[in-house]
């Protein structure tokens, strides 16, 4: 009888590496592993005291499929079927954007505007997986959200979140393009958005997994800022007189978004870095405000 050859956990990686360098992976080691560990249900140093450790038929064959996929450029959160964001994982599917860790920046930003003015109704804008409201919510037990998309699928999985970390009692979902289905009469403390931002010429030129992610949550219209110009001009009625505007943005958006809040009346802005030190995240409210007064400890 033939003898099959033996693939222990140092071959696997090494062939796999290679494959996806060959298939332009940008992280092809790093992909290969937590692949693996996905597999074996282990944290990657165990991979460093289990090299030579021999693979299980099935493991093989589950592990060759998550390769087939990611060779394809799939995002590995959709592989996975989950993405770590804050201190949670997040269910994600081909339905929602992946979470970025740059958003956890704005969530932690707007948590810190909510606790220190006591901001009880707080609205999501695109909410996808519904990693910023539902983190909002579990840093936030006064408050109370409501999150809308206009994907029914998108808010199944954002549902889904907030039942598994246990908001779903305090979050409304809501199906609408924007405000478009929201009660008459509401209004919000704060509104936080991470809106569609990229060029729509510009996302052929995204990497090629990005490019799998949802395009509806990606095309900003011909200059990236359709989403923001419609929000703003939202704010007028739906966030209240002393309330908080929130927003990540795209690379160089940051100053024309604040110059569009300033134009519809909320002229004290602030703007945030990401962890690469990109202009990331853009606060605005009106003079006056405990928002106002606090906008240099909000972006700190």
Known sequence: MENKPLWTITGVLEWTKQYFANK???NPRLDAEILLCAVLKCERINLYVRF??????????????????????????YILGEKA?????????????VPRPETELLVESVAKAAAGSGAAALLDIGTGSGAIIVSLLDLLPQ???????ISAAALQVA???????GVAERLTLLESDLFSKLPAGQSFDIIVSNPPYIPAADIAELAADVQKEPHGALDGGTDGLDFYKRIISGCSVWLKPDGLLAFEVGIHQAQEVCALCREAGLTATAVRNDYAAIERMVFA????????????????
Do not use: C, W
């Open 159 to 165: 549902g889904e979140n907030a039942a598994a970390i």
């Open 52 to 77: 030579d450790q021999p693979l299980e038929d099935e493991e093989l064959a589950l592990y060759r499929g998550y390769v087939a996929r990611r060779a394809n450029q799939e995002p590995l959160a």
């Open 24 to 26: 332009g992976i940008e």
């Open 143 to 149: 408050a109370l959200g409501t999150a809308v998309d």
């Open 285 to 300: 409210t009106r003079e006056g405000t405990y928002y106002a007064n606090h906008l240099l400890e909000i972006t700190s």
């Open 85 to 97: 964001f804050m201190k949670h994982s997040f269910k994600v599917t081909p339905a929602v954007l």
